[in-house]
């Protein structure tokens, strides 16, 4: 008798202890389950990116070659001297076209654009009958401006007779004391600017002063007079650049566009002229 009790006991003991493994074994593995639903452990699910959250993370991705850059007022004003043309007729090239793509240029007029830089390596014969540029002179001007491998041989003008190549003597050459001379000047001055590692924008303001007039013009072909000049005759280009400065709301405008493929050499692409 006392066997089948301690029997029952026992077997009663057994029950009792299944009963509360199964039941550890059940909540350990509902926490399990919720863990790993939830993410938390062992979790196989992929991480999903609302509509919202993938925006801002593509707004935020700025690729490198969009990174703003800073440029000093003496490195914009050497960008837009650049395209200077050597005397105020080729200038009609600049300030009375509305846009050009440098790709679109002829040889020669790439040349034009840059006369300033490309006349500034001249020098004269002995007997002052020719101005003379050698043709490496031309070539690292064009390059500069244009980038790699730009420059072609070609006659060009630089406003007072056209430029030969000498190819025994590697030069450029044309008779000097073409006659002539004009009263007309133009400023042209940076006001704003916009520049990545891929892309430079310079905005310039420009107005034209007539000295047999003494007015300032709105445009090249001085049909649109805006003021009378009353300053000295030694001060006409620091007058006309401050009044560009101060009155740039009412004058016409150019944007300069330069491009680059390294974020270092910037080259002339084109301009569009807001007149």
Request: glycine content about 6%; charged content about 25%; hydrophobic content about 25%.
């Amino acid at each position: 008798m006392e066997e089948q009790n301690e029997f029952r006991t026992k077997k009663k003991g057994n029950g009792t202890t299944i009963v509360i493994v199964l039941l550890v074994v059940a909540i350990l593995g509902l926490a399990c389950y919720i863990c790993y639903d939830k993410g938390i452990l062992f979790s196989n699910k992929e991480t999903t990116t609302s509509g919202t959250d993938k925006k801002e993370n593509n707004n935020n991705q700025i690729k490198p070659e969009d990174e703003s850059v800073t440029f000093s007022d003496s490195e914009l004003e050497k960008y837009v001297n650049y395209i200077s043309p050597a005397s105020i007729g080729p200038a009609a090239l600049l300030y009375d076209t509305t846009a050009i793509n440098s790709n679109s240029l002829s040889t020669a007029d790439k040349i034009n654009y840059i006369g300033t830089l490309v006349y500034s390596k001249h020098t004269s014969t002995s007997d002052y009958q020719y101005d003379v540029i050698s043709e490496s002179d031309v070539k690292n001007a064009v390059e500069e401006v244009y980038g790699p491998n730009t420059y072609e041989k070609t006659t060009f003008n630089l406003g007072c007779g056209d430029y030969t190549l000498n190819e025994n003597e590697k030069n450029y050459y044309s008779r000097t004391g073409c006659g002539g001379s004009t009263a007309t000047s133009v400023s042209n001055v940076v006001i704003d600017y916009k520049a990545t590692k891929s892309k430079l924008e310079i905005t310039t303001a420009y107005a034209f002063f007539d000295g047999m007039t003494n007015k300032i013009y709105k445009d090249y072909n001085k049909s649109i007079s805006l003021d009378e000049y009353t300053g000295s005759p030694s001060e006409i280009e620091s007058s006309l650049k401050s009044y560009v400065k101060n009155n740039k709301e009412k004058l016409n405008t150019i944007i300069y566009t330069f491009e680059s493929s390294n974020g270092i050499n910037y080259y002339f692409t084109g301009f569009k002229n807001n007149k």
